[in-house]
């Protein structure tokens, strides 16, 4: 890894710490950007313009940053970033291979670190929820079908008052 320029350690919050600096021509749309810093809390563009003299920065926090896809070439590779609130997404491209492989995993482990738990299920999958009254209205359904009348022909239990099997329709 090359040496982070003073200019971005000014920058860096207290806790921030630089993983991964990549210094290469990257064109964002619209944007000439000079180098990329990922850091344990977001990543930060570094935009030179007035001939080097003046820098401009754009950073985003892993919290705005929904998914991260990796497409990897022959010998140069991109990483996109979908943002969580719409807009253009942040765009690395023409990174060699190396570089682009660091980038992408600590782009999903920082994403995966700073998504909302309950917004993310095993494996990056959304978790399956039910509503509170969704919840309680099958509690009270499990409570009745467990004191219902039981089958003879299979064992299973049905709710109180039915006069069918819920599980195989035989008469009760």
């Given at each position: 890894m090359e040496a982070v320029p003073s200019d971005i350690s000014k920058i860096l919050g207290p806790s921030e710490q630089v993983q991964l600096f990549i210094k290469e021509k990257?064109?964002?749309?619209k944007i000439n950007v000079d180098s990329v810093v990922l850091t344990n809390q977001r990543i930060i563009l570094r935009h030179p313009h007035a001939l080097g003299m003046k820098k401009d920065y754009t950073d985003y926090s892993?919290?705005?940053?929904?998914?991260?896809?990796?497409?990897?070439?022959?010998?140069?590779?991109?990483?996109?970033?979908?943002l969580r609130f719409g807009g253009d997404p942040l765009h690395l491209g023409d990174l060699p291979n190396s570089a682009a492989e660091k980038a992408y995993g600590i782009i999903r482990e920082n994403i995966a670190r700073f998504q909302n738990p309950l917004t993310v299920g095993a494996y990056g999958m959304a978790p399956v929820s039910y509503p509170a009254y969704q919840q309680q209205a099958t509690a009270s359904a499990v409570a009745a079908a467990a004191s219902?009348?039981?089958?003879?022909?299979?064992?299973?239990t049905s709710a109180q008052g039915s006069r069918?099997?819920?599980?195989c329709g035989q008469s009760l």
């Open positions: 990257i064109y964002h749309p892993y919290a705005d940053i929904a998914n991260a896809i990796f497409d990897k070439g022959l010998l140069r590779s991109s990483v996109k970033c979908v219902g009348p039981v089958c003879k022909k299979c064992g299973g069918f099997c819920s599980s």
